[in-house]
T-cell receptor
Framework: GQNIDQPTEMTATEGAIVQINCTYQ??????LFWYQQHAGEAPTFLSY??LDGLEEKGRFSSFLSRSKGYSYLLLKELQMKDSASYLC??????????WGAGTKLIIKP | ETGVTQTPRHLVMGMTNKKSLKCEQH?????MYWYKQSAKKPLELMFV???????ENNSVPSRFSPECPNSSHLFLHLHTLQPEDSALYLC???????????????FGPGTRLLVL
């Protein structure tokens, strides 16, 4: 079956760095997304990786290793507003989007 | 402002009621999606419409009935629901479903549904 694994919950301190991991087992691969979802709000797009390597976008970076079936989202200089759930999703060979259950990130002062 | 709106934001209904969820996108997209989001579970894709035609129905019970009158509007008609149907129902849109799984999807804020 197809599966996306990410930690259920993580806690980090304001100003610090946190890495949220995502591993996937899918039938083929056509890209990986990260979305952010604040409680009670819509998921919003953060990043898209289709080639191996690191994509940097301000305080957020996303890394992909296709051979390892692995990605991570790196958040630097954490702010209280970064408290949210982070969803990992993979496009498989049939162009179906497979979603992880999300990682709830709690930022403490 | 995501450009995708959903109404109502909250809905409580009994198992014998009939209600409808509405979604509207102002982005000029051609594909629209209904998802179910339950606590600590992955998003579940329910229905996909591409250019007003339903292209996917992921084994959703018939008590959920979608309607897409045009590319900007999407409805989800509900009847005789069960308590386990309580969840957040999210609408999303993308430019095109054929490439949609490689494109950013824009989500609405969702309807929080409680079935008593």
């Amino acid at each position: 079956g197809q599966n996306i694994d990410q930690p259920t919950e993580m806690t980090a301190t304001e100003g610090a760095i946190v890495q949220i991991n995502c591993t996937y087992q899918t039938s083929g691969f056509n890209g990986l997304f990260w979305y952010q979802q604040h409680a009670g709000e819509a998921p919003t797009f953060l990043s898209y990786n289709v080639l191996d390597g690191l994509e940097e976008k301000g305080r957020f970076s996303s890394f992909l290793s296709r051979s390892k079936g692995y990605s991570y989202l790196l958040l630097k200089e954490l702010q209280m507003k970064d408290s949210a759930s982070y969803l990992c999703a993979v496009t498989d060979s049939n162009y179906q989007l497979i979603w992880g259950a999300g990682t709830k990130l709690i930022i403490k002062p | 402002e995501t450009g995708v709106t959903q109404t109502p934001r909250h809905l409580v209904m009994g198992m014998t009621n009939k209600k409808s969820l509405k979604c509207e996108q102002h982005l000029g997209h051609n594909a629209m999606y209904w998802y179910k989001q339950s606590a600590k579970k992955p998003l579940e894709l329910m229905f996909v419409y591409n250019f007003k035609e339903q292209t996917e129905n992921n084994s959703v019970p018939s008590r959920f009935s979608p309607e897409c009158p045009n590319s900007s509007h999407l409805f989800l008609h509900l009847h005789t629901l069960q308590p386990e149907d309580s969840a957040l129902y999210l609408c999303a849109s993308s430019q095109d479903h054929v490439r949609g799984a490689q494109e950013t999807q824009y989500f609405g804020p969702g309807t929080r549904l409680l079935v008593l």
